[in-house]
């Protein structure tokens, strides 16, 4: 019988339970609570373990998804065993520990880690890469990335500010939480050095981790990025603008759709293909699947992991938000 483990017992995990249930319904499959605390059993799995029974039946793989701050030491024990690891967004909640845990694994072949940062496997986001790449709307000279999410409707049910989003100590904040931009924007172009961050705590929340995150990036091409992050928008908003020397591409990542315009020419929308944003979740664990038997994969490694670290760290060194002032 084959085994797989989630590490940790928050709602990422618990789908990721459920979603590998969907894909091995005869497997077995091992909870850990990261924090030893939570022995109840999660829908789909078939027991709460420790890290040590994890090692003794040697899974085939397993998914990390403990707060960010017990990523890196967790997976260096399962890898050190010879498991294979899918590590939950982000890295580590510190540049340092990622950087240390990259230098030891990065190279190396077997067994496999990984970085999932799930929007990569929406439909649209491989569309727009590939639209891209074939300079649909020419040379791109600006990029404009929006994220807004009110994290008091994060988790129904939870005061949001005992949430790890909200605790520096967990890695909150939304710089680490919404990093999914910021691996995207790396995904699709490389290259990006921070010019300008602006971090703001203070604004409704009462956290002391950012709540709203302004970077501006740039090429070397000279294109110019900026980014928007927050924990704020009472309507969930996600997109991104890309101009080009031909037209421009917006796309928006909760419509799941692609509007391509250029002068002259009809405009034209792309949709994505899921009818169920769960698909984008299981097809992260096929290409994770995939990839241990060899095949080529879109996941991200912990080279891409920790340039989208090194950003976060560069912005909160460089943050030039003063609230004194």
Known sequence: MEVFSVIGMGSIAK??????????PDARILAVSSSRTNTICPDGADAVV???????????????????PFHTGIA?????????????????????????FADSYSNQTAPLVRVGYCLRFLSTAGMVRVLLEENRIGKIQNVASFVGQYLPHWRPGMDYRESVSARKEMGGGALLEL?????????????????????????????????????????PDGCYLSVHLDFLQKDVCRHMEFFGSEGRMMWDLVANTIDITKPGVEPEQISG???????????????????????PDGLATLDAALSTMALIDYAKQENAWNPQT
């Open 179 to 219: 990093s999914h931009e910021l691996d995207l924007l790396n995904w699709f172009f490389n290259d990006l050095s921070l010019a300008h961050s602006w971090l703001r705590t203070g604004m409704g929340l009462g956290l002391e981790v950012e709540e709203c995150a302004d970077l501006a990036l740039i090429r």
């Open 76 to 100: 260096s024990t399962l890898l050190g065993a010879g498991i294979p690891v899918l590590i939950e967004k982000p890295l580590s909640a510190d540049y340092e520990s990622a950087r240390a």
């Open 50 to 68: 420790d890290i040590a029974s994890v090692l003794r039946q040697s899974p085939r793989y397993a998914v990390v998804a403990s707060p960010a």
């Open 273 to 295: 293909t899921e009818t169920d944003r769960d698909e984008m979740y299981l097809s992260m664990l096929t290409e994770f699947e995939g990839a241990l038997e060899g095949r």
């Open 15 to 24: 789908r990721h339970v459920k979603n590998l249930r969907l894909l091995h």
